[in-house]
């Protein structure tokens, strides 16, 4: 089919799927018509009959330059031009040559294939071309006045004859039909797949509502709760008179704004993340982990946390910078966060190449999770352990990241021991052009 594809000079226009069709079934006719005629004049030349002879390289001819004119991209001159040339030369030779030699075979394929050719948009120029075509046929038929005499019909050429309308005619009929199957069976199976599509689609979508649904509540559930305290905090304030309790209640006032601020950034880095597209950045992994330690030099207790920094220099992976500064910047706060200040603390960043991608590793031995916490700790608002302020989307934030990523992280950890998230990343990543929008 390729190879049709590239004599005909198809490929060289933009055509919609009818037209392209439709424009190889023209040159695949008229290939069958040149066919045929051949056939016709070795049977002729054969048999010792050349008086056809000279109309049948006419029409030889004529079945050429429709295919230089499909080739140039003259597409609708070149499906006249063929609609012509084979009912002029199958109505030419009803009218000349005896109705035994199966001429009239030919006309049932051929006003099958106009109906085809020209499709259901052009439909009234191709019945009112067989509509006239059936009226030459009858008229040429039984009231011909050019039918050839003075020839002899032996049966020899007349069994000849036969059998190649026959062939050219049956040809002609299964190259239709096959036509008109496979055109039925494309569009049968690009419905299927719409079909399909759709119903996966509406599945997702079903499952976004819901998940929009939970995320809505969960978020004015954990907005509701420090604006209560905030109000309550408020209404205390009004009520005292004492600096020092004003003072302290100041404080605790500032405490939650500064949790409501950062739940509030964290709704943010979620939104951001699920409708940016992915970039593929050129990344030093090391530069953008110690951007991100920088980032907490100032912590409360940070002086006291030993950080170990083991990434090669020259490391490059090809990922979303963006995204990755920020599944970095939660998993190194929590390693600060939740230290345990009983210890001589340490943070361990590493990494290790496994095929054809990376593995980082951030360890810590501080206040740990628990084991029956551990299969919760990446679901949306869940907090392994209160101790520290925290909006529990963090961990949520990250998995998510990571999935756009084509990465994943997996925790370890062991109550009042420490914690391992490893995150696993592909060295090159491949990004979608409207992925996440």
């Known amino acids: 089919m390729s190879r049709l594809k590239a004599i005909f000079g198809i490929n060289r226009y933009v055509l919609s799927t009818a037209d392209y069709k439709r ?208 109000q309550g905090l408020i209404h205390l304030m009004r009520m005292s008179h004492d600096a020092t309790e004003l003072k302290e209640y100041a404080r605790m006032l500032n405490g939650r704004a500064e949790n409501l601020d950062a739940f509030i950034r964290k709704i943010g880095d979620y939104s951001r993340n699920s409708q940016m597209a992915v970039k593929a950045d050129q990344i030093n992994l090391r530069n953008l982990i110690r951007e991100n330690l920088e980032n907490f030099r100032f912590y409360p207790h940070a002086s006291s946390i030993r950080v170990m920094l083991e990434i090669p220099d020259q490391l490059i992976i090809q990922s979303d910078a963006f995204r990755l500064q920020e599944v970095f910047g939660n998993l190194i706060s929590n390693a600060f966060k939740y230290y345990d200040p009983g210890k001589a603390s340490f943070i361990r960043i590493s990494s290790k190449l496994v095929g054809d991608k990376i593995a980082v590793a951030i360890e810590d031995n501080g206040m740990g999770i628990r084991e029956e916490e551990l299969p919760r700790v990446f679901d949306m608002f869940y907090r392994a352990n209160r101790s520290a302020p925290g909006t529990g989307l963090g961990l949520f934030i990250v998995q998510e990241t990571l999935q756009k990523l084509k990465g994943k992280i997996e925790v370890q950890s062991k109550f009042g021991q420490g914690t391992t998230f490893t995150v696993t990343l592909p060295l090159t990543l491949v990004a979608a052009p409207h992925e996440g929008k």
């Open 23 to 230: 424009v190889l079934l023209v040159s695949q006719i008229a290939l069958l018509f040149l066919f045929s005629m051949t056939l016709f004049t070795l049977v002729d030349v054969w048999s010792g009959y050349e008086k056809p002879v000279p109309y049948n390289l006419v029409a030889i001819a004529s079945g050429i330059v429709v295919l230089i004119l499909n080739r140039l991209g003259y597409f609708t001159t070149a499906m006249i031009g063929l609609t012509i040339a084979v009912q002029a030369v199958t109505l030419y030779f009803t009218a000349v040559l005896p109705t035994g030699l199966g001429t009239y075979l030919l006309a049932i394929p051929i006003n099958i294939g106009i109906l085809v050719v020209y499709g259901y948009d052009r439909k009234w120029i191709a019945l009112g071309m067989l509509v006239i075509s059936f009226l030459l046929y009858y008229y040429l038929t039984f009231h011909s006045p050019f039918h050839w005499t003075g020839i002899e019909i032996t049966p020899e050429y007349l069994q000849q004859n036969l059998i190649v309308s026959y062939v050219v005619a049956s040809i002609a009929a299964v190259m239709v039909v096959y036509y008109l199957m496979r055109v039925n069976l494309k569009v049968e199976s690009k419905l299927t797949k719409k079909d399909a599509s759709l119903q996966q689609r509406n599945l997702e979508l079903q499952a976004a509502n819901a998940a929009l649904d939970k995320f809505f509540y969960s978020v004015s559930h954990d907005l509701r709760a420090p604006l209560t305290s905030m």
